[in-house]
């Protein structure tokens, strides 16, 4: 009853903006589909997905409103909490109430009080009491003495990380004081570790979360996948003209702008901050093949050790044939699906491990020299022309070399200005013309989707780990290798002299 009360309230309204302003709100099958499970029997907490551009915010706005006026779940003394980013997005909230509110009868719309200063709240009172509104920026200090009947959170993915959590935290710890439920909306975030992300996928017990994405790896223009993820066009809220149009032009720009559209228009999980991704997604899969090319010609090979937490990696390119090996290694302790739990992956490092991928070594550090012999034991005694690696970890890499009988000439590389922009370009110059060649790797997949560089101010790039979202550490592995096989490929054979001393 509750659902199809709220599905009624909706529908009453007119549209307060837009090409169809003034029209009555009519409600898609999707957001149909939402409230009815949002409404449903013990859901507290509710998330809906959907790409930018599908009414979600006009839509959670609208039920807000339903709630402030008695409509929907009628309370006395109502409280309605509504949450966003910043004071200026709570505000689109705010604004889309206030303008559904212009449908209402007149006697209803009267006891309606907007304010903006001192904070931005609406007021409504009737016999059941005096009921508000108030919109919070992601601040917890903002959430003290919360007992809300209903909340929405607007752009959940966009909130700051550590604020964000804690207000959220905040909001739900609070619901259970009145039975109020929480709409938690937004496009995708970024990457599976975000709170919104493990939201979606692991939603827990009394919520409801629906979710519309295209499928990775999809083409910017593909219909299907536009349609996925913006079920809005069957109801004529989006135009599939237009996002096919505006496809075009990202891809056709590609970097920054084709990263935004697959983010906001295709809600997939990448990062709009592709300005400074190692690689774009889209570049990288198209290096993916069925076939290997043979091991043929001089191997490179690269290596970024890990510490006690975080993964070691081992590339092999073969830069005559375009090759690329890749593998991972975690110590024993926690086990990988442990590790995938906290770093929020799930079981992806199992399906990792179950792919060949990855391998454990030790208890609770991995063994360089251990993690180097089972490495060069999967090459069947394939020469290697040299280790490319880190020079930071130079004494432990020579011990390593020492301990595992290996006679290989190491390249040391730097991963500042000087040789990780290089590296960096390279490795880029190498995948743009074709010359890198893998079967697809969901280590790799994983890595490329989260590494990310910084630039300085003449446009030099280098890898950083620090503002890297998850594991980038086979990324990095991969870059030295495939760079230091570029230099040997422009080096060439070495000819004899034409002349000598005699």
């Not at 304010?115 to 003290?144: C, Q, T, W, Y």
């Not at 032009?249 to 970097?255: P, S, W």
């Not at 889209?282 to 090319?293: G, K, L, N, S, V």
């Amino acid at each position: 009853m509750t659902a199809a009360a709220a599905i009624r309230f909706v529908e009453s309204l007119r549209l307060p903006e837009g090409p169809r302003a003034g029209e009555r709100v009519k409600l898609g099958r999707f957001q149909r589909q939402f409230i009815e499970g949002a409404f449903g029997d013990g859901v507290s907490l509710a998330a809906l997905s959907v790409a930018r551009g599908n009414a979600k915010s006009m839509l959670g706005s609208a039920l807000a409103l339903g709630h402030l006026v008695g409509k929907i779940e009628p309370q006395p003394r109502r409280e309605i909490t509504g949450a966003a980013k910043t004071r200026d997005q709570g505000l689109v909230c705010w604004n889309y109430v206030r303008g559904l509110a212009e449908s209402l009868p007149v006697a209803t719309r009267r006891k309606l009080v907007f304010l903006r200063s001192p904070r931005v709240e609406i007021r409504f009172e009737d016999k059941m009491g005096e009921h508000s509104m108030r919109m919070l920026a992601s601040d917890a200090r903002n959430a003290l003495g919360l007992a809300p009947t209903f909340s929405l959170l607007d752009e959940r993915a966009f909130w700051d990380a550590d604020k964000g959590d804690q207000l959220e935290n905040a909001i739900t710890s609070a619901l259970g004081k009145r039975q109020g439920r929480c709409f938690v909306i937004s496009t995708s975030a970024p990457t599976d570790s975000h709170s919104f992300s493990r939201l979606l996928d692991e939603p827990g017990e009394g919520a409801y979360v629906q979710e519309h994405r295209a499928p990775d790896g999809c083409e910017p223009d593909d219909v299907e996948g536009l349609k996925a993820a913006n079920p809005g066009i069957e109801s004529g809220i989006v135009s599939l003209e237009w996002l096919r149009a505006q496809a075009r032009r990202a891809a056709a720009r590609g970097g920054n702008t084709l990263s935004s559209f697959r983010l906001f228009h295709l809600n997939q999980r990448t990062s709009d901050e592709n300005r400074a991704v190692l690689i774009e997604a889209a570049r990288w899969q198209a290096c993916e093949i069925a076939d290997e090319p043979a091991r043929d010609g001089p191997l490179v090979c690269g290596i970024d050790l890990g510490g006690s937490a975080s993964m070691s990696a081992w590339a092999n390119f073969w830069p005559a044939t375009g090759r690329l090996e890749v593998y991972g290694a975690f110590a024993s302790s926690p086990s990988l699906l442990d590790r995938g739990r906290a770093d929020a992956v799930a079981e992806r490092y199992v399906e990792m491990q179950r792919r060949g991928e990855l391998v454990t070594l030790g208890a609770n550090v991995v063994p360089v020299h251990e993690f180097m012999s089972t490495m060069l034991a999967k090459l069947d005694g394939y020469p290697v022309a040299t280790i490319a690696c880190d020079r930071f970890r130079q004494s432990e890499f020579v011990e390593a070399l020492g301990k595992a009988g290996i006679r290989v000439l190491p390249t040391w590389r730097g991963m500042g200005w000087k040789d990780g922009s290089e590296d960096v370009e390279r490795f880029r110059a190498s995948v743009f013309d074709g010359k890198v060649k893998a079967k697809a790797s969901l280590l790799l997949r994983s890595a490329f989707a989260d590494a990310v560089v910084v630039i300085d101010h003449a446009g030099n790039s280098k890898i950083t780990k620090s503002k890297s979202l998850s594991r980038i550490d086979a990324a990095c592995a991969v870059t030295l290798a495939v760079a230091e096989g570029s230099r040997l490929l422009g080096r060439g054979e070495k000819k004899p002299a034409r002349w000598a001393w005699s």
